[in-house]
């Protein structure tokens, strides 16, 4: 069975909001009247929308079809998330400079596994899960979004169609049914989750596929009215889906963003307004924006990631009300720095982050070699560095019902010597300090 839902956008006018856009709430400084036939709604304090007047009059309209699909190739049932953790403590939340997980605020180790969501396998995303609280790992980043231009072969996973201007999503047992199943297992097994929407790269869809149904180029893809449509569309179905659930560790906005050449005003906007509205949909759960954080004055050796030629302000950002931690990444074999750079990398954000009162996240980390080497001591930076308050490392892997799960070379697995020391080790020394 298929729903269908027509969402309409006004074009722009001067000094007024398009339909459906955001034009009032705390700190908005963009237009506060909305265009002919549009009306500036209170949804929260954080966020006021332009919806369609009762009145009469006319606009011009871009219309963006947004859809809803069932499969119907499986009947395997999925077990749906409840709305109380195994401590029965409520949601992740930040408190100072840490994050507060349970009631216990302290610093926290996790992981990355894109992969998890698109396993059709039950017992190995238990697996997962079961593996990682035993092992102290707290918090897992899992892919919320999988995208496709054409329908994929039966079996496969996939979470939203994007083709001729159409936005489909798959709610099916092959679609968002396989998040579920996600959610709820790691609701029973006391791990938190980070959940993005979608993708800088092209992997799993992304922004280019957007890009392929509805026009524009990468860059464009942020102001893109038809594109962004459809990804709040998506938004809004994946935070229904999951607004009670307290294994939600925080709704992230994107993998990765960047906007290269471009303004850093263009994000900043972006930001701004995405996280806005997902606050008016959700204010139990926290919001990031998932970026490497580049776009930095402190403590910058004027090396390429402190540069703003990918668009980026770290720290103005990070004051953006909606947003309540800072995201960072270290990545310096692909950045053109050295590896003990990487300590430098974690220290200036952190202390970014303690002069802006918001905790960071180490949240992408990795090599493809000698990982205790040179991995090793950028945790313990991490962990002496006030302002960090959690790092994930890349990436979680396992050996699962068919085998080793997905290596993309940064890859270290559950029960090695790598393991040992970068999860085992790592933990003690958390424990030791609190």
């Not at 991490?382 to 890349?394: E, F, I, N, R, S």
Request: proline share 3%.
């Amino acid at each position: 069975m298929k729903t269908v839902a027509l969402l309409s956008l006004a074009g722009l006018a001067c000094a007024q909001a398009a339909g459906y856009g955001q034009c009032g709430g705390v700190s908005w400084t963009g237009a506060t009247t909305c265009t002919s036939g549009w009306t500036c709604q209170y949804q929260n304090e954080w966020y006021s929308q332009c919806l369609p007047s009762t009145g009469s009059g006319t606009t011009t309209t871009l219309t963006t079809k947004v859809s809803t699909s069932t499969s119907a190739t499986k009947t395997t049932t999925t077990t749906k998330p409840t709305n109380t953790s195994p401590s029965g403590t409520g949601f992740p939340t930040t408190n100072g400079l840490a994050f507060e997980i349970d009631g216990k605020t302290s610093y926290f180790a996790g992981s990355n596994s894109y992969w998890i969501g698109f396993l059709n396998n039950n017992a190995d995303v238990d697996t997962v899960f079961d593996h990682m609280d035993e092992s102290g790992l707290r918090i897992l980043r899992v892919w919320g979004f999988n995208d496709v231009n054409t329908v994929p072969s039966a079996g496969t996973v996939y979470y939203q169609l994007l083709k001729d201007g159409t936005a489909t999503i798959n709610t099916g047992a092959d679609g968002l049914q396989r998040l579920d199943y996600v959610v709820a297992s790691a609701e029973a097994r006391n791990v938190k989750l980070i959940i993005n929407f979608v993708n800088n790269w092209s992997d799993y869809g992304g922004m280019a596929a957007y890009v392929t149904a509805f026009g524009g180029s990468q860059t464009s893809w942020y102001t893109n009215t038809a594109a962004q449509t459809a990804y709040r569309a998506y938004i809004k179905a994946v935070v229904s889906r999951y607004i009670n659930s307290p294994a939600i560790f925080a709704w992230e906005l994107a993998n990765e963003p960047r906007c290269n050449g471009c303004a850093t005003s263009v994000l900043y906007n972006w930001i701004k307004s995405t996280s806005a509205y997902i606050k008016s949909l959700d204010s139990k759960h926290m919001v990031a924006i998932g970026d490497e954080g580049f776009g930095l004055d402190l403590m910058s050796d004027g090396s390429y990631p402190f540069s703003y030629g990918e668009g980026l302000n770290f720290t103005m950002n990070l004051d953006i009300d909606t947003i309540d931690f800072a995201t960072f990444h270290l990545y310096p074999s692909s950045w053109g720095t050295s590896n003990d750079w990487g300590n430098l990398w974690v220290e200036s954000h952190g202390a970014a982050c303690a002069a802006a009162g918001k905790p960071c996240l180490f949240e992408e980390y990795g090599v493809t070699s000698d990982h205790c080497t040179i991995e090793a001591p950028w945790q313990k930076t991490a962990l002496a560095t006030k302002g960090v308050a959690a790092d994930l490392y890349w990436q979680y892997g396992d050996t699962l019902s068919f085998g080793k799960s997905a290596d993309d070379g940064n890859t270290f697995y559950y029960g090695t010597s790598e393991f040992t020391c970068l999860v085992t080790d790592h933990i003690a020394d958390i424990e030791a300090q609190s």
